[in-house]
């Protein structure tokens, strides 16, 4: 099996040792991706909506790189400080980039330094 790792010119750099994103047996495999814009490499302000905005802004950045887009994702997985007080505008912000059908979505809450939201996705190519 061969592996292309992807870096994005246009999504925040990683902030450890990872890839952007790495293609494996014809899916494209994102990093948790947060709230940073790459602009500034600052974390957005506001609350959950603008840093689920940013996320998925950051995250389309690494599916322009392999030409692809939000239509083409069957599985996110997000993770949220708090999952009972920001999931109503979490979904209201994810519907603005994905539609029906949608994929499949696991959302949980996580202990996240300094950020409300993560998401990853799996992309058919």
């Known amino acids: 099996m061969s592996l292309e790792h992807v870096t994005a010119k246009n999504a925040p750099a ?8 790495v293609v494996a047996n014809g899916f494209l495999y994102t990093c948790g991706m947060g709230p940073v814009d790459p602009a500034t490499g600052k974390i957005v302000e506001g609350g959950v909506r603008e840093q689920t905005i940013q996320t998925l802004k950051n995250l389309k950045a690494i599916l322009d790189e392999k030409k692809t ?6 599985k996110v997985t997000a993770h949220l400080q708090d999952v009972n007080r920001d999931f109503k505008e979490y979904d209201a912000a994810y519907r603005e980039f994905f539609k029906a059908p949608f994929p499949v979505r696991t959302t949980v809450g996580s202990d996240l330094i300094n950020i409300l939201v993560e998401i990853d996705l799996v992309v058919a190519l």
């Open 14 to 21: 990683p902030g450890g040792s990872y890839s952007h994103g």
């Open 69 to 74: 887009d939000f239509s083409k994702v069957v």
